[in-house]
């Protein structure tokens, strides 16, 4: 019995639903009922909009609510805590009749992303541990990377698109949400024809050094070296030796690499393993 | 809850709940309060900054941590990750209060289990009681700890309770040993409310309301209040608890009743929507000190319109926060004085 009644209303929240009669005896428990509907929307719509900070500044407050409030039918929220809410958003944005719609989905990748790298668990920091690269056998080394660390590639260039709003918002050639509109579709027509041409795949690392997540255009090289050193694809991380070895036909120059991640802080630590 | 509390000293802790506008200034700058409350929540990220403010937080001030996700009273089961993320937050700062609310959160849509983000209310029935108590029971054991349980603002009343709020809550401690955290703003509004969700449109005293609420209560089940202000509504609309406010005349008014009644017990102002200054927040708390030094302390002759401001209870208030109210407060103050 208690349970009906709780699904039933908590089904009535989020799908918008009245969960009475209209009649004058039951508007006030359905205006009860919008208090919570609204309720959950504002909530939704907040906590979201830190997670998809970009895409929100993108796309203006009345729209990212209109789209949360949609989001909330379609994908019912499973997650206690608001922070982890919504890592479904991205695909369901590419799926929405928005303007800009991929473009506006891959900018949301990036933004939980980077936001799941804010909230990850601190790597502890040993730049003693470094010298083991120059005593031991590269199979038995393995590099810890800063806290936050993870890969991602688009057909979009996302950098370049952010860059070039934030530039143009500075320069102040970019005045309202119109302007970013125009300026997003504009990008989207160029890298739609240029993908159809090339199929062109950008690749990003995500990784935070302090406490602020940061982002960096990589070579597709060095998403394969990421990708083999922190396990993408086997669910165990590899030695820096063994993705050497996966690597030895492309570019890669691990002694060129070795010195940027270091300046970046890209390396916490090595261990090895016998 | 750590039974000292309340005998530590004269008079109550007084504390503020901390908002991320306040975060540089609350480790920053001095703070003459007592404890801090935290959303457990907002500091369950694995790490990165809010793991690194908590631990600041932690170090700098007494901490009391305000769950507000477990949904208490859900027939769905709470998952026991979600406890054991509350009770990792417990074993890193050592809080003098945890508490939750006296609600449902979870529930199952199409075989999927869904949380409202929001503290719905329940039945105040037998049903109700014995699941939110073996819940409550539940997290008990796990925490290893007793927790508060506070009162709800509900914009809805659902069929089938055959209790008061009060009686629901008072049987709910009894069976679990838990202590309730009475938010005195919420049966301000929950009494402001009742007109219109009874159906009745008899338009309820909210002093008398809370008092009578509150003196449904044993003193020795109470282990904490929360103090806030929300937006006045007219008389055809249901009142928010958006705590946008300066705590109201009427709460202030039943503030006092309540410590006369239950004694020095630890006490919350609450701010979420509108956020103020840092300093405007701590006068707040210190308004809070200054009532209970009305009680405890040898200043009977002080009466509520020394410690608000005038333009406080007038600023954009509704016609149900006028002078008679502020009298009203006085008269109660000047009334326990000579029951004392």
Known sequence: MLDQQQNKLLEAIFLGNSLFNQSSEHDVKNKGLKIYQHSLIANAARALSITYATVHSYIGKNRFNTLVAKYLKAELKQEYDWGEFGSTLPGFIAKQELSNAYLLSQIARLDLACHQSERSKDVPVDLTTLNLLGENDAYQLYINFCSGIDIMQSTLPLDEINNTITNLTEEEQINSLDDVTQQLTEFTTKYKLSDNEAGNLYSFIIWRPDFQAQYSRISTDEYLWFSALLGKDTESKTSIGQALDDLNETDFSFVEWLPKAIQERLINSITIQK | ?340
């Open chain 2, 1 to 340: 809850m750590n039974d000292d509390l309340k005998k530590t000293s004269k008079l109550p802790l007084i504390g503020v709940g901390l908002r991320h506008e306040h975060y540089d200034e609350a480790l920053n700058t001095p703070a003459n309060i007592d404890f801090i409350e935290v959303h457990a929540e907002n500091f369950f990220a694995e790490g990165g900054a809010s793991h690194q403010l908590f631990n600041d937080i932690s170090q700098k001030y007494s901490v009391s941590l305000h769950s507000t996700s477990l949904g208490l009273g859900s027939a769905s089961q709470i998952p026991l990750k979600q406890i054991n993320q509350l009770n990792t937050l417990i074993k890193r700062c050592d809080p003098i209060l945890v508490s939750d609310h006296a609600c449902f959160s979870w529930a199952d849509i199409n075989s999927n289990h869904i949380h409202g983000g929001d503290l719905l209310p329940v039945p105040f029935n037998e049903e109700s009681l014995n699941l939110m108590a073996a819940n409550v029971l539940r997290v008990q054991r796990v925490l290893g700890r007793k927790i508060l349980i506070e009162n709800l603002s509900a914009y809805m009343e659902l069929p089938g309770s055959i209790y008061s709020e009060s009686e629901f809550l008072v049987n709910l401690c009894e069976l679990t040993q838990c202590k309730l955290l009475i938010d005195l703003n919420n049966l301000v509004v929950n009494a402001t409310n009742q007109a219109l969700l009874s159906g009745t449109g008899k338009k309820l005293n909210v002093v008398e309301y809370a008092k009578q609420w509150l003196a449904n209560i044993p003193a020795d089940i109470v282990g904490e209040f929360h103090l806030a202000g929300c937006t006045p509504v007219g008389s055809d609309s249901l009142m928010i608890d958006d705590h946008s406010r300066p705590v109201s005349i009427n709460t202030w008014a039943i503030y006092h009743f309540a410590l006369t009644r239950f004694g020095a017990i630890p006490t919350l102002i609450e701010w979420d929507e509108n956020l103020p200054s840092w300093t405007t927040l701590l006068a707040e708390a210190s308004k809070a000190k200054d009532i209970a030094k009305m009680v405890f302390g040898n200043e009977e002759d002080t009466r509520f319109t020394d410690i608000l401001d005038e333009s406080e209870y007038f600023l954009g208030s509704s016609e149900d926060y006028k002078l008679e109210e502020i009298q009203q407060a006085d008269d109660i103050h000047c009334m326990s004085h000579h029951h004392a």
